[in-house]
Nanobody
Framework: QVQLVESGGGLVQPGGSLRLSCTAS????????MSWYLQTPGKERELVASIATVGSSRYLADSVKGRFTVSRDNAKRMIYLQMNSLKPEDTAVYYC??????????????WGQGIQVTVSS
């Protein structure tokens, strides 16, 4: 059974930093792309960052460029979201998502349970 587990969330003051981690287990061949999404009450999940597990392809949403970085450790099957210069509007539940592409068919998508990040003084 594939599991994605996030950690590292919590309460931080504006201007502070947090590092989210996501570990994937139960999938022997790993994911192709791993991503971070955020969701605020009443809104759809939105993509924050993505990273391919092979190669150097990465994506960051405009709202977090210059403040967040996404990285991976393939040996540990983990990805990270380093969040610096946090703002109150970054407050959300952050989700880790793993995507495994299937030749000729839809991808298999997996979600973590989400972790709360609160930016407040």
């Amino acid at each position: 059974q594939v599991q994605l587990v996030e950690s590292g969330g919590g309460l931080v003051q504006p201007g502070g930093s947090l590092r989210l981690s996501c570990t994937a287990s139960g999938f022997p061949f790993g994911m192709d792309v791993m991503s971070w999404y955020l969701q605020t009450p009443g809104k759809e999940r939105e993509l924050v960052a993505s990273i391919a597990t092979v190669g150097s392809s990465r994506y960051l949403a405009d709202s977090v460029k210059g403040r967040f970085t996404v990285s991976r450790d393939n040996a540990k099957r983990m990805i990270y979201l380093q969040m610096n210069s946090l703002k109150p509007e970054d407050t959300a539940v952050y989700y880790c998502k793993g995507i495994k592409f299937n030749t000729g068919g839809p991808s298999d998508d997996y979600w973590g349970q989400g972790i709360q990040v609160t930016v407040s003084s």
